[in-house]
């Protein structure tokens, strides 16, 4: 799905990026604060442009045009707009924008398609409530559902769970998870969450001074590489249900 | 049932209008004038709020100052009406894309432009007795209070208005977007910089519309009902088109009896208080 080869972000790594992500895969993106965890996915959403090649669907990004381009690559990057006077499901109806004709209302599915995001993203109670006027995390969970529901082929998203309570933080797993249940779509997140990046996805690379330094599955994540590259102690411990890792601080260090 | 208030109103409005010795001419400049108060306010919606309306954003001294200079150099007004809505567009380039004003920048060079057009108003009123009191009259309050009689104008105007507000209504969402910024509008698969250079050019249209139309008086769009969102009702959108035609025609009313140059500012100091009023904490969240 998509591919980088020879990337190279502006910190200097040596190493160019170069990389694989299959199609209906969740990859998880970790690393310190200025890793180049953001600017890797701002490099895939097209907000600057690296050297090296990136390809989607096996075309390169620089060839996909502006109109197409909603199709292969959703993005949230967390901002949130300004005095925002919509109701919310009417914001959440334009992240279907890009499918209808110009100048042409919403179809049927449309608004069908945004109510079913109400309810996954547990956003009924502020339904016809003015956008901007949403709680906080009610406000990140909408953002997240606009970027979900525009279906592109590629999901893209920047410390999704950032702020968020632990009732959204499930909401957000299981909506990832079932995006990509078909197997057509594919989920890359960057998080300073490391729970919550072991339990949602099926990868995990850890990034240090603009380079992958790990490829590793969620299984494998431990205390030591979390030391080695945060330069933390933690206690890793495994849930209980699926065996993944659940990263605890110690108390008082 | 709203609508239908309105439209009572406002023909209540006309009425009265054409009923103190007005031409019916006048009072369609005025309903043209009310029309394109609405599409600016519709598309100034697509900006974050408070947008400074044509008033306080010092878009009416500029456009003002320009009729009275141009007006010096050609003595055709139709000459004049043409160049007007370049100047505007060249306005809303030259602040919003090259200067690249906030909100609060807007306020504070709206500030500095009406003081200099009230300086030369001023000058020119008390310093120069050749000044025509009632040119100065007309620009505050459009045609209709200089009392043109041609019919034929507004007719005219009307239908390229009606062709704006069908285009924003069909528009909605597209405009909507656009509010959202770049990001999101790019990522609905659309040109911002197309789309911006295209709404810039609507707003610079309806500003020079407005400003000749309906004078200063076009300042409606400041204390009128916002017309913002996606899926406004065509029921709504005519009540609060017929809220504008009926509050253009009662500030027609109002220059008759008591004379645009009286009215003028004051109109110019009511909207303003009561847009600092509404937006102060926006604009200076230090205040």
New interface residues.
């Given amino acids: 799905m998509l591919e980088l080869r020879g990337v190279r972000l502006p910190m200097g790594a040596e190493t160019p990026i170069s990389l694989e992500f299959e199609t209906g895969s969740i990859t998880a993106i970790i690393g310190p604060s200025g890793s180049g965890k953001s600017l890797l996915l701002a490099a895939v959403a097209r907000r600057f442009s690296p050297p090296g090649e990136i390809l989607i669907a096996g075309r390169s990004l620089s060839g996909i045009t502006q109109k197409e381009y909603p199709l292969y690559v959703s993005y949230f990057d967390g901002s949130t707009p300004a005095d925002f006077g919509e109701t919310l499901h009417d914001f959440l109806l334009l992240a279907r924008a890009h499918m209808k004709r110009f100048l042409h209302p919403f179809g049927e599915h449309h608004l069908q398609a945004a109510d079913s995001a109400i309810e996954a993203f547990d956003l009924d109670e502020y339904r016809s409530r003015v956008f901007c006027t949403l709680p906080s995390d009610a406000l990140r969970r909408a953002l997240i559902a606009l970027s979900v529901l525009r279906d592109s082929e590629l999901l893209l998203m920047d410390d999704p769970v950032a702020g968020l309570g632990i009732h959204s933080m499930g909401i957000v797993q299981r909506a990832l998870a079932r995006h990509t249940m078909g197997g057509d779509r594919t989920v890359l997140f960057a998080s300073g969450d490391l729970s919550f990046a072991a339990q949602t996805a099926d990868r995990i690379l850890v990034m240090e001074d603009g380079a992958v330094v790990e490829d590793i599955a969620p299984e494998s994540l431990d205390a030591d590489i979390i030391r080695r590259y945060f330069r933390t102690e933690v206690l890793v411990s495994r849930n209980i249900y699926n065996g993944r890792p659940e990263v605890h601080f110690f108390p008082g260090t | 049932m709203a609508f239908g208030f309105a439209l009572a109103a406002a023909t209540a409005a006309v009425c009265t209008v054409l009923a103190v010795g007005k031409s019916p001419a006048a009072a369609l400049w005025y309903a043209a004038g009310g029309y394109a108060c609405f599409l600016l306010g519709r598309i100034d919606?697509t900006g974050?709020?408070p947008a400074p309306d044509y008033l306080h954003s010092g878009r009416a001294a500029f456009l003002s100052l320009c009729i009275i200079i141009s007006t010096r150099f050609f003595s055709s007004t139709i000459a004049v009406f043409c160049l007007v809505p370049v100047l505007a567009v060249l306005f809303e380039f030259y602040t919003r894309r090259f200067l690249t004003l906030g909100r609060r920048d807007t306020v504070l060079a709206g500030i500095a432009l009406n003081l200099l057009f009230a300086v030369p108003a001023l000058f020119m009123l008390s310093a120069d007795p050749r000044f025509d009191t009632a040119a100065l009259s007309g620009l505050l309050s459009g045609p209709a209070g200089a009392s043109i009689g041609a019919i034929y104008a507004p007719a005219a105007v009307i239908p390229v208005l009606v062709a704006i507000h069908f285009?924003a209504r069909?528009?909605a969402?597209?405009l909507?977007?656009l509010?959202?910024?770049r990001?999101?509008f790019?990522?609905?698969?659309?040109?911002h910089e197309r789309a911006r250079t295209a709404l810039l050019c609507a707003r610079g249209l309806l500003t020079s519309i407005t400003l000749l139309v309906a004078g200063w008086f076009g300042g409606a769009v400041l204390v009128g009902p916002?017309p913002?969102?996606?899926?406004i009702g065509i029921a709504r959108d005519l009540s609060t088109l017929a809220q504008y035609l009926c509050f253009a025609q009662i500030l027609l009313l109002a220059s008759s009896l008591a004379g645009s140059i009286f009215i003028a500012p004051l109109w110019f100091v009511v909207t303003g208080v009561v847009f600092f009023h509404k937006n102060m904490r926006r604009i200076f969240p230090h205040a």
């Fill in positions: 919606a974050p709020p285009f069909r528009a969402p597209e909507a977007l509010s959202l910024g990001s999101y790019q990522g609905a698969g659309m040109n916002a913002r969102g996606t899926k």
